[in-house]
């Protein structure tokens, strides 16, 4: 009896141990971004690793809106469960992409918008993308082992 429970305590610690390292290094959420091409949200994978942002368009259809934003073009990232915390944000990212950068802003506050600002080249871009808010403490988490400090607008008091 006493071989057969250390075996299944080794089996489950080295399991444990093979999928910790992946865990640790890269966090992939389901959610909505904004599709430059087509100028409107759309379901999407984020995933954050060490090295980049990866969005990833959950339609065929719509691959080829994907995009990697490399860590070290990223300039600024902020989010906010509110549209009224967004107001600075919201007002570049519709310089950035038009009245419809405003369209993540009506999402329910189980959302939580982040806006990523980047630069391509010597353009400055931006990113658009809500996840569950209870995922936000995970992503946080990841942007920061990006290198990259996420301004919470809701904590900021006006």
Do not use: H
């Not at 910790?20 to 904004?34: D, E, I, L, S």
């Not at 994978?45 to 969005?55: C, E, G, L, Q």
């Amino acid at each position: 009896m006493n071989k057969s429970v250390t075996a299944f305590t080794l089996l489950l610690l080295t399991s444990f141990m093979s999928i910790a390292p992946t865990v640790a290094q890269a966090g992939t959420y389901k959610g909505k971004c904004f599709n430059q091409l087509e100028r409107d949200m759309d379901s999407c994978n984020v995933t954050i690793d060490n090295n980049n942002i990866r969005v990833t368009m959950k339609s065929d259809s719509n691959q080829t809106a994907n995009q990697v934003i490399p860590g070290s073009s990223i300039k600024k990232v902020e989010r906010s469960k509110s549209a009224k915390r967004l107001g600075k944000t919201a007002i570049w990212t519709t310089l950035a992409f038009g009245p419809l950068g405003l369209l993540p802003l009506a999402f329910k506050k189980k959302q939580m918008t982040y806006v990523v600002e980047y630069n391509d080249g010597n353009q400055s871009k931006g990113a658009v993308f809500t996840i569950q808010r209870s995922q936000a403490p995970l992503a946080d988490i990841d942007l920061t082992n990006l290198g990259k400090k996420v301004v919470d607008l809701d904590a900021i008091q006006e």
